[in-house]
């Protein structure tokens, strides 16, 4: 997989975000501000940079992009979804949210892996 995906996904929940965003300013009810923050951030911005770099170094392309990818989207919905319900009390929130930190980290440990593999020594950009 190349970082098309990543960043075609990145850009929409930037999107999606943006529209929490003027959702919270128009209601002035902010408290679901962290769920915007962490959708925009560690959703989109960081999907965004994964396919820059991805785009940049094709020869990382293959399994592990595509495992990088499954555990950030996963993750980013199931985080979110769980600092949406432990803002608004809901009982679930906790695996879903704990569940959702993991998955965020892990795809944080393969991207740590793939830009050590696609900076080191004799390795070169696209
Ligand atoms: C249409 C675009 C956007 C709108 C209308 C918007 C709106 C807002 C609003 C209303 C708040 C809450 C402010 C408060 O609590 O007083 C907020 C907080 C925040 N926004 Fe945005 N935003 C937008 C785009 C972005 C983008 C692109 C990012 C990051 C890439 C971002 C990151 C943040 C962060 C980090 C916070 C602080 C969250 C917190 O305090 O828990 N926002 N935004």
């Known amino acids: 997989m190349n970082g ?14 943006m529209c929490l965003g003027i959702y919270m300013g ?6 679901l501000a962290p769920v915007h923050a962490h959708m925009n951030l560690a959703g989109g911005v960081l999907m965004c940079i994964a396919g820059l ?13 595509t495992i990088h990818y499954g555990l950030q989207l996963v993750g980013i919905i199931l985080l979110a979804a769980g600092i949406a319900g ?36 004799n390795t070169t950009a696209a």
């Open 86 to 121: 432990a803002h608004l009390n809901q009982k679930w929130f906790p695996p879903v949210v704990g569940a959702g930190s993991v998955l965020t980290l892990l795809a944080m440990l393969v991207f740590i892996f793939m830009v050590f593999k696609g900076t080191g020594r």
């Open 26 to 31: 128009a209601k002035q009810d902010f408290t």
């Open 53 to 65: 770099f991805y785009n940049n170094r094709p020869a990382l392309w293959g399994k592990l992009t």
């Open 4 to 17: 098309n995906i990543f960043l075609r996904t990145g850009v929409v929940i930037l999107a999606l975000g």
